[in-house]
C-alpha cells in the first residue's frame, strides 16, 4: 500500500511539473495568411496580396516609386513601418506627400507593387 502511494505521488508530481512546462510555452503566433491556395504555397518566389493603411513619406509620379508610412499589413503579417513601393504611374495621380491612404499590394519576395491606392477620409 506504501509503495502504491508512492507511485501515485510521484505520477502527480510528473503531472504537475508537466502541466507547469505547458503553460510556460509561449504561445505560437497566430496564422495570418488566409485560408486557400496562396496559404499553402511555399515560401520561396510566393507571391503575397496585402491592405493596408498609411501615410505618404514621399513619391515620385514619373517612376511610380512611392513610399509610405503604413499600419500593419493586413494579409502579409507585417507590422507598421515606412518603405518603398513601386506603382504604375497613373496610379500615383492625383496623391501627394502627407496623404492618408488604403491601399493594396503584390509582394513577390522582393518587391512590394502597389495594385490600387486611395485617400482614405479619416
Ligand atoms: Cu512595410
Redesign the pocket.
Known amino acids: 500500500m506504501k509503495k502504491f502511494l508512492m507511485i501515485a505521488s510521484s505520477l502527480a508530481l510528473l503531472a504537475s511539473l508537466a502541466a507547469c512546462k505547458k503553460a510556460a510555452e509561449a504561445p505560437k503566433p497566430a496564422e495570418t495568411a488566409t485560408a486557400g491556395s496562396m496559404a499553402n504555397m511555399p515560401m520561396a518566389q510566393e507571391t503575397k496580396r496585402g491592405t493596408g493603411e498609411g501615410k505618404i513619406v514621399s513619391l515620385n509620379a514619373e517612376t511610380g516609386a512611392i513610399s509610405i508610412e503604413?499600419g500593419p499589413?493586413t494579409g502579409l503579417g507585417?507590422p507598421?513601418?515606412?518603405?518603398g513601393f513601386m506603382a504604375k504611374p497613373d496610379l500615383l495621380k492625383g496623391l501627394a506627400k502627407g496623404d492618408k491612404v488604403s491601399f493594396a499590394i503584390v509582394w513577390d519576395g522582393k518587391t512590394?507593387t502597389v495594385t490600387k491606392i486611395e485617400k482614405s477620409g479619416s
Open positions: 503604413h499589413i507585417w507598421g513601418m515606412t518603405m512590394g
